[in-house]
């Protein structure tokens, strides 16, 4: 069985990288359209326009709509072909980005991902995750290749609602796990072949600099103040988490998205927050011990991650939604199977009501 590997063909990450835009941009084309929403380009357009430089004036602003789906996908995607934009440049956080990425698709033109917020690692993934407009997740798009460039400036990423950045961990969190029963089982990572070992050894180093890195970030990031926790933090959320998941593969955790969002309190959570929870499940699937459980609920609390329907935003009783996100789960997940103990409908039931039971009794601090 063939192994492949992806990734973007540049990332750079630090104070100022934003300031790398022109050079970068230039060595793609001379049109650029810029897909951000309105409160990102009130906030950064000057600043986009002085690093384009010479061709700012050449550059097309399109105000992104607020939610990815496939008529916003389509309305940008002509905008960018009258513009005669030769490249495309997503700026903002997972929705715009994956809609920049949907018009890279549709015009077939390089990408460059300039993320505001480090809520998940949608900036290095070539994956574009389309919902509804009711947020609902629909399908999944891929580009043909990652983003050809991908900046982060953490001075930017510093300053967004920390509820973002919360969620970045929560994401990054399950790459090892999911890896782990992806290779195990023989499952095919998103590039329809085997996992290779690096895919794997991407994943620990995810996770380790997680556990190792994120309290120290999550006080600067409340500080507003950078530090080599925080620089650690973000490369693992976008960057090691990106290689982890799309080179690694998926299993439980990120299968649980598709059966949470199809309730509504639950759809209101951000992605990692979901897969946080999620990966709770799958850990009761695996049976792993209590102890170690317990000691990632209690990271859960210290960072403020929920660990529960409730917390997630659910204010009714458990039992009354768990066989729903388990049938649509199960129904709609293509990797729900990832997994090397037995798993069927049922066995995620009761999963997901164990999880609940696990981190109720938490409180996220």
């Not at 043909?144 to 970045?168: H, Y």
Request: hydrophobic fraction near 45%; charged fraction near 20%.
């Amino acid at each position: 069985m063939l192994r492949a590997f992806g990734s973007p063909h540049r990332y750079v990450q630090g104070p100022g990288a934003l300031d790398q835009l022109g050079e970068l941009a230039g060595g793609y084309g001379k049109h650029p359209l810029v897909i951000a929403d309105g409160i990102v380009l009130a906030l950064l357009r000057q600043r986009l326009e002085a690093s384009l430089g010479p061709l700012a004036g050449a550059t097309r602003f399109a105000e992104f709509g607020g939610e990815c789906t496939a008529d916003e996908i389509a309305r940008l995607g002509a905008e960018a072909g009258a513009a005669g934009a030769d490249v495309v440049i997503g700026v903002g956080g997972g929705k715009a980005i994956d809609t920049a990425k949907g018009v890279r698709i549709q015009l077939d033109r390089p990408l460059i991902i300039v993320p505001t917020i480090a809520s998940n690692d949608s900036p290095t993934s070539r994956l574009v995750v389309v919902y509804t407009k009711d947020h609902v997740l629909h399908e999944v798009r891929a580009m043909p290749v990652n983003p050809d460039a991908v900046l982060v400036d953490t001075a930017v990423i510093i300053g967004a609602p920390e509820r973002f950045f919360v969620s970045g961990v929560g994401d990054a969190l399950s790459k090892k796990f999911e890896a782990e029963q992806c290779f195990a089982t023989g499952g095919n990572n998103f590039y329809k072949a085997r996992p290779p070992y690096l895919a794997l050894t991407l994943a620990d180093a995810c996770y380790a600099a997680i556990r190792a890195h994120a309290e120290g970030a999550l006080a600067a990031s409340r500080a507003k103040q950078l530090s080599e926790d925080f620089e650690r933090t973000v490369e693992a959320t976008i960057l090691l988490s990106g290689l982890a998941f799309e080179n690694g593969g998926l299993s439980i955790a990120h299968s649980m998205t598709r059966g949470l969002s199809t309730v509504p309190e639950l759809a209101r959570a951000l992605h990692g927050e979901q897969v946080a929870f999620g990966l709770l499940v799958q850990l009761v699937l695996e049976e792993r011990p209590a102890a170690f459980v317990a000691d990632l609920v209690d990271f859960y609390g210290r960072m403020g991650l929920p660990c529960s329907l409730a917390q997630l935003g659910y204010p009714g009783d458990p039992a009354g939604v768990a066989a729903q996100i388990a049938r649509h789960t199960w129904e709609r997940a293509p990797y729900v199977r990832a997994l090397i103990k037995p798993v069927d409908e049922a066995r995620l039931e009761r999963a997901v009501l164990a999880a609940d039971a696990l981190g109720a009794g938490s409180r996220a601090k």
